[in-house]
Nanobody, 125 residues
Framework: QVQLVESGGGLVQHGGSLRLSCAASGITFSIYTMAWFRQAPGKEREFVAAVSWGDGSTRYTDTMKDRFTISRDNAKNTVYLQMNSLKPEDTAVYYC??????????????????WGQGTQVTVSS
């Protein structure tokens, strides 16, 4: 059974930081591209960042690349999202995702194989 379990969400003030974690089980983590997506109330789920299996290449949404950093630890089957300089518009449920057949440059909502249950991030103004 595949499980992606996110943690680290919460309430933070404008300008603050959070580190999200996603622990994977039931998959060979090292051969999956891992990603973070988010969904704000009333909006579609959107891509945030991804890190490829193999070469560890990364991709970010342009508006987040200077503030967010994605990383992975294959020994711990865990992917992280470090979020700095948070803004109220970053408020959303953040979802971890795993994709076996693409690299970070290619992953989309429609290529994801497995999703986590999501973790709420709320940034107060």
């Amino acid at each position: 059974q595949v499980q992606l379990v996110e943690s680290g969400g919460g309430l933070v003030q404008h300008g603050g930081s959070l580190r999200l974690s996603c622990a994977a089980s039931g998959i060979t983590f090292s051969i999956y591209t891992m990603a973070w997506f988010r969904q704000a109330p009333g909006k579609e789920r959107e891509f945030v960042a991804a890190v490829s299996w193999g070469d560890g290449s990364t991709r970010y949404t342009d508006t987040m690349k200077d503030r967010f950093t994605i990383s992975r630890d294959n020994a711990k089957n865990t992917v992280y999202l470090q979020m700095n300089s948070l803004k109220p518009e970053d408020t959303a449920v953040y979802y971890c995702a795993a994709d076996r057949h693409t690299y970070a440059a290619e992953i989309t909502l429609h290529t994801v194989h497995y999703w986590g249950q999501g973790t709420q991030v709320t940034v107060s103004s």
